[in-house]
């Protein structure tokens, strides 16, 4: 069987009567507020992304955990905030995404916690550099349950790979990609679905075709083509792709950079989403980096009451109203990923 299909499938099997239902509810208010521009919102999220650490090991260009530029401390999610989640949500969550910013492997507790969601049924997906996957730690990774392993590989060859992965080792990324793959086979296990990310930048975009031969080599299950965020792209930047397909941005006329998507008053995120930080602080979505936007706290509320209490109802509401007002989502490309 074709290795995406399988990883379908193994998501549609996480999806309960429960969580089917609770879907239905939040797809059909969705369209309800788009409809009548009035937030109305039935049912839990169906996805959170979890971050297990801000802390990272490299200092990538255009990431807040690599320029080490946070305003928000520096932490690890602790087992109690992130149970307590789990907990509640558990019945109708279906995906969980162990990353917003930081290397998710630098939390001693990460494999645990993603054991723990595995044994509640949920489909469980993390981002990583690689670099820590050793023999160890790959078999704990495969044993954990983890569902999809996304690895960030941004050249093939270590002179373009660093020049985005500032302070990275790509020797250490091929290292750690085969050690999963072998345990995978040691372990007759079908997960993790491994996928190969590469982030499109002008210094990276000659070795395209590189990576899809390399990620063959080494038995990776696909292999996903990334857009690149810049935050300052008002006068052009270096890492602005060439190949039109794979920019967030298009020059203008008057030679300023403007970013391709309209902005239109809606968004399928605030609807089935959301993202809590190591600290527990909840969020509209992964572009808050420094939490802005906070719409309310796990160490003192439940997330239902979080949920639906007038802080996200007010910030659904502007959404509708006029998503242009909106800092973060100035910069908001939904669709960021071509696959190979």
Same mark, same amino acid.
């Given at each position: 069987m074709n290795s995406n299909w399988r990883d379908g499938l193994n998501y549609a099997s996480k999806i309960t009567p429960r969580r089917f239902w609770n879907m239905v509810q939040l797809v059909s208010s969705y369209l309800v507020s788009k409809a009548t521009k009035k937030p109305v919102h039935w049912g839990l999220p169906t996805s959170i992304s979890l971050e297990p650490t801000t802390s990272c090991n490299l200092r990538c260009p255009e990431c807040p955990s690599g320029l080490r530029n946070f305003t928000r401390p520096t932490g690890m999610l602790a087992d109690d905030i992130y149970k307590s989640v789990i907990d509640e949500l558990a019945p109708k969550l279906s995906y969980l995404i162990f990353y917003f910013?930081? !290397?998710?492997?630098? #939390?001693?507790?990460?494999?645990?916690?993603? &054991?723990? %969601?595995?044994? &509640? &049924?949920?489909?469980? %997906?993390?981002?990583? #550099? %690689?670099?820590?996957?050793?023999?160890?730690?790959?078999?704990? $990774?495969? !044993?954990?349950?983890?569902? @999809?392993?996304?690895?960030?590989?941004?050249?093939? $060859?270590?002179?373009?790979?660093?020049?985005? @992965?500032?302070?990275?080792?790509?020797?250490?990324?091929?290292?750690? $990609?085969? /050690?999963?793959?072998?345990?995978?086979?040691?372990?007759?296990?079908?997960?993790?679905?491994?996928i190969f990310q590469y982030l499109v930048v002008k210094p990276n975009e000659h070795q395209l075709d590189d990576v899809k031969r390399l990620a063959n080599e080494l038995e990776v299950d696909e292999v996903a083509f990334k857009t690149a965020q810049i935050y300052d792209y008002e006068d052009g930047s270096e890492l602005?792709?060439?190949?039109? &397909?794979?920019?967030?941005?298009?020059?203008?006329?008057?030679?300023?950079? %403007?970013?391709? #998507?309209?902005?239109? #008053?809606?968004c399928w995120k605030m609807w089935h989403s959301c993202v809590i930080t190591w600290d527990g602080k909840v969020v509209p979505c992964c572009f808050d980096k420094d939490a802005h936007y906070q719409l309310g706290e796990m160490k003192k509320q439940t997330f239902e009451s979080i949920w639906r209490g007038e802080s996200y109802?007010?910030?659904?509401?502007?959404?509708?109203?006029?998503?242009?007002?909106?800092?973060?989502?100035? /910069?908001?490309? !939904?669709?960021?990923?071509?696959?190979a």
């Open positions: 910013q930081g !290397e998710p492997y630098l #939390n001693p507790s990460f494999l645990d916690q993603v &054991k723990y %969601a595995h044994s &509640k &049924k949920i489909y469980t %997906a993390t981002s990583t #550099n %690689a670099h820590y996957l050793n023999d160890k730690v790959a078999k704990k $990774t495969v !044993e954990s349950g983890l569902d @999809r392993l996304i690895i960030s590989i941004d050249g093939t $060859t270590q002179e373009t790979y660093e020049q985005y @992965r500032v302070g990275g080792k790509l020797e250490k990324v091929i290292e750690g $990609t085969k /050690n999963v793959v072998r345990w995978k086979k040691e372990l007759n296990s079908k997960t993790p679905h491994i602005i792709p060439t190949i039109e &397909k794979y920019s967030r941005y298009k020059q203008l006329s008057s030679g300023k950079w %403007a970013i391709k #998507n309209r902005l239109v #008053n809606h109802t007010r910030f659904r509401q502007s959404l509708i109203k006029s998503r242009s007002e909106i800092e973060m989502c100035k /910069n908001c490309s !939904e669709g960021t990923r071509v696959w």
